[in-house]
């Protein structure tokens, strides 16, 4: 029998340090879309981009899921995730403390869009950020365009702040 997901009590999202790095390249061996990330990029990351790579951590010091992210140039005032990961059983709740973290980041910061890329056929994954996107920021997710990798992931963007660019490769994620 699976374990209920649980809400995560006395839970802190903090600025992610070098005693997490192993925390993080096991969680990301975990999911097959997903680069495990050399110690080097995590120190990068955290060396030029702090504010946008967090851990969330309960109160026994115990992780339970990052963020990757950075501030974007194209779009400018836009922020990137590289990755977002959430131990189980407790991964929607993690990902709603991350949602209101970026939140947060969009207003300190300014940014007006918020970017990430994830499979098109990942119909919970899209539903569920979907529901995040309303939520804390009331707004759509919007395809853009496939990534080139071959992997089969898309890009798609929130659009948080002033009208998009107007592309005409957008297509609203109307179903999920």
Same mark, same amino acid.
């Given at each position: 029998?699976?374990? =209920? !997901? &649980?809400?995560?009590?006395?839970? &802190?999202? +903090?600025?992610?340090?070098? &005693?997490?790095? =192993?925390?993080?390249?096991? /969680? !990301? ?7 495990? @990330?050399? %110690? ?19 109160? *026994?010091?115990?992780? +339970?899921?990052? $963020? /990757? ?5 194209? @779009? ?9 990961? =959430? ?17 947060? $980041?969009?207003? +300190? ?14 119909? !919970? *994954?899209? &539903? /569920?950020?979907? *529901? ?13 365009? *496939?990534? @080139? ?5 898309? %890009?798609? +963007?929130?659009?948080? #702040? !002033? =009208? #998009?660019?107007?592309n005409e490769n957008r297509k609203k994620m109307d179903r999920a």
């Open positions: 029998m699976k374990n =209920a !997901a &649980r809400p995560l009590f006395k839970t &802190r999202i +903090r600025s992610m340090e070098p &005693r997490d790095f =192993a925390f993080v390249r096991s /969680l !990301a061996a975990e999911f097959s879309t997903f680069t495990v @990330p050399s %110690e080097y990029v995590l120190w990068f990351f955290t060396q030029f981009h702090p504010e946008y790579c967090q851990v969330l951590e309960q109160e *026994s010091g115990d992780l +339970r899921g990052y $963020l /990757l992210a950075m501030p974007t140039s194209n @779009p400018g005032n836009g922020i990137a995730i590289w990755q977002v990961a =959430a131990t189980t059983p407790n991964h929607p709740f993690a990902l709603e403390y991350f949602a209101a973290y970026l939140r947060d $980041l969009a207003d +300190r910061t300014g940014a007006t869009s918020i970017l990430f890329t994830t499979r098109q056929e990942s119909l !919970a *994954s899209l &539903r /569920l950020i979907r *529901s995040l996107a309303k939520q804390f920021f009331d707004c759509d997710v919007v395809q853009l365009n *496939s990534v @080139p990798s071959g992997q089969g992931e898309y %890009e798609f +963007r929130l659009s948080i #702040g !002033a =009208a #998009g660019s107007g």
